[in-house]
Nanobody, 114 residues
Framework: VQLQASGGGLVQAGGSLRLSCAAS????????IDWYRRAPGTQRELVAT???????NYADSVKGRFTISRDNAKNTVYLQMNSLKPEDTSIYYC?????????WGQGTQVTVSS
């Protein structure tokens, strides 16, 4: 499984960004895809999850502002981020779990200016 993350950038507080995670390779049987983030000097944080049955889950810090979704035809998972705050500044990583194996994409930097 290969994961390609994109969509990061610089945005002002209150703005929006949409991250994309394109999956390729042996994607059949992926159990879930998540977005994590990690800022310098902090622990990695699980931001949002979407399972293979479409269930979603969010960190309390992003509930009501972020939405995870997927386009099965494009093998892509999205993270729509609205009402961004400076504390959302981080490197965002997509992650997939398949048959108890973890797969990671490269990070994409999100910077929110105040």
């Amino acid at each position: 499984v290969q994961l390609q993350a994109s969509g990061g950038g610089l945005v002002q507080a209150g703005g929006s960004l949409r991250l994309s995670c394109a999956a390729s390779g042996s994607i059949f049987g992926i159990n879930s895809i998540d977005w994590y983030r990690r800022a310098p000097g902090t622990q990695r944080e699980l931001v949002a999850t979407i399972t293979n049955d479409g269930s979603t889950n969010y960190a309390d810090s992003v509930k009501g502002r972020f939405t995870i979704s997927r386009d099965n035809a494009k093998n892509t998972v999205y993270l729509q981020m609205n009402s961004l705050k400076p504390e959302d500044t981080s490197i965002y990583y997509c992650h997939a779990l398949k048959d108890y194996i973890n797969y990671w994409g490269q990070g994409t930097q999100v910077t929110v200016s105040s």
